[in-house]
C-alpha cells in the first residue's frame, strides 16, 4: 500500500521470445500509484494490473506497446465467483487470513494513512458489494495517452468498469501529431502548444505540462 511508482522512461523492452510488461501490478495488487512514466516499444502490455483495488494509474504516455497499452483484469473477483485459483479466501483458518487478523488495519493509525483498508468487507455472501475484497473497485485509470497502431486505450474488465472510474484518456493512432518535440528521434516532451492539451485538459496538469524526461536516467 503506498506505493508510487513516477518518472520513469521504459524504451525497447524486450526482444523475441521475451515480451514482457512494463509496469505490472500482479494478483489484486493493491494501493499503488504509478504517474508521470513514459513506457515506448514495450513488447508486451505497457500496463498490466491484475485485479487489484485503490490503485491509480494516471498521466503516463504509452506509445507503441506490443500487445495492448493497458490492460486490468478482474482476476480476484474471477477467481472468487466461478470457484477458482481465490477460492482459497474463504478458508479463514489459512496462514493469509492469521497474518492480516495479528495487524490493526481497522486501527487508528492504520486507518489515518490507508483509509481504504478499514472499509474492505470479507462478507462471502455479498460479492458485488464495491468493498468486497475481491473486486477491482476504486481504481482510476485516467489522464493517459496512448498512441498505437489501433488508437485504442487496451482492454479493461466489465467489472473494472463497474467497480471503478476509467477516463477520459486519449488514444490515438501512431502518426498522430499530438504535440511532441521530436519523437522520431526520441524526444517525447511536449511543446507548449501541444494538441493533447486541449484533447485532453487534465494531462499532465500536477507536473506542469511535462515529464522530466531530461532527468530520468543516469547522469
Known sequence: QGTVIRYNCLYEIGDEPNNPHGIYFDDAQSGQTAYGNLLVNVRKFGFLIGGGRDNVVRDNIIVNAGQRAIHFDARARDGFVDDGWYRSIRDRSNEQWRALDAMPVRGPVWAARYPSLARISDAFD??????????????????????????????????????????????????????????????????????????????????????????????
Open 126 to 219: 455479498h460479492p458485488d458489494d464495491p468493498e468486497f475484497a475481491c473486486n477491482p473497485s476504486h481504481n482510476i485509470v485516467a489522464d493517459n495517452l496512448v498512441l498505437d497502431d489501433e488508437a485504442e486505450l487496451g482492454w479493461l474488465a466489465e467489472a473494472v468498469h463497474r467497480f471503478s472510474r476509467i477516463g477520459p484518456n486519449l488514444a490515438c493512432a501512431l502518426d498522430e501529431d499530438v504535440g511532441f518535440v521530436d519523437a522520431a528521434h526520441g524526444d517525447y516532451t511536449l511543446r507548449p502548444d501541444a494538441p493533447v492539451y486541449q484533447r485532453l485538459p487534465g494531462f499532465l496538469r500536477e507536473t506542469g505540462g511535462n515529464i522530466p524526461l531530461a532527468d530520468i536516467g543516469r547522469l
